[in-house]
């Protein structure tokens, strides 16, 4: 039985009492080593944090804001896809973005703006984002490779979203749970994250317990052997 009964409270639990780096050991020993976004994937601000469920969203580099040759009639509309990803935020959701290359913003201020109103859980793009200050003043946790304010209009195009994307080396799926601090953005799957979770608190827990008795002075050797985690 998992101990939280919707993901308001598994969120909850993961902000008060984990963190990241502690459910990136557990993946790791479930055989899933390749979870972690790039390092060079940081929150606009270090003390943000975020949590929720992945809308990923497929971005590709186009060189004009609107293209008559081909084909695609997909290039002939300003940003693509991208208001229909951006409108389709549903809450609890994050907005992850990936595709294109690092020449431009992916996210921004007005992009914050209508998110939030959605009650999305924030943003974690591979790239840039820009209008920094004014996204600061919302406290909205936005993670990318940094600030940069080269416009995304006449470089990028969304071609598609909700569908599985790949982020360097990391799969997302719709629904793939996103958690990220300062430390990095990792993603889990759907198919184990109550196993992943569970084992997370309980580890978080017990080495609280541990410490505990380490503060009172109980050697580390008898720590371990009395709760089996060091």
């Known amino acids: 039985m998992a101990l939280w009964k919707d993901d308001d409270a598994l969120f909850g639990i993961a902000k008060q009492e984990l963190f990241p780096a502690l459910v990136g050991d557990v993946l790791d020993k479930l055989g899933l080593l390749q979870q972690f976004l790039p390092p060079s994937i940081k929150p606009l601000d270090s003390k943000m ?16 804001e609107k293209i008559d040759e081909g084909s695609n009639a997909l290039l002939r509309k300003p940003f693509g896809l991208m208001f229909e990803a951006l409108d389709s935020l549903q809450r609890n959701e994050i907005y992850v973005c990936s595709g294109a290359s690092p020449r431009y913003a992916l996210w921004g201020g007005l992009m914050t703006t209508r998110a939030s109103r959605l009650g999305a859980a924030g943003a ?16 909205y946790p936005i993670f990318g490779m940094g600030t940069y304010a080269q416009d995304q209009g006449p470089r990028g195009k969304v071609l598609d979203y909700r ?8 799969i997302i799926k719709p629904g793939d749970i996103i958690y990220g601090d300062l430390d990095g953005v990792i993603v889990i799957p759907q198919e184990v994250e109550t196993e992943a979770f569970t084992k997370a608190i309980e580890k978080c827990r017990g080495e609280q317990r541990v410490k505990e008795a380490l503060e009172k002075g109980m050697s580390s050797k008898e720590a371990f052997e009395t709760f089996g985690i060091m």
């Open 49 to 64: 944090v975020v949590i929720g469920r992945a809308m990923p969203v497929l971005e590709a580099d186009v060189y004009g």
């Open 124 to 139: 974690v793009v591979n790239g840039y984002t820009r209008d920094t200050n004014e996204v600061l003043r919302f406290n």
């Open 163 to 170: 569908i599985p994307i790949l982020f360097d080396q990391t």
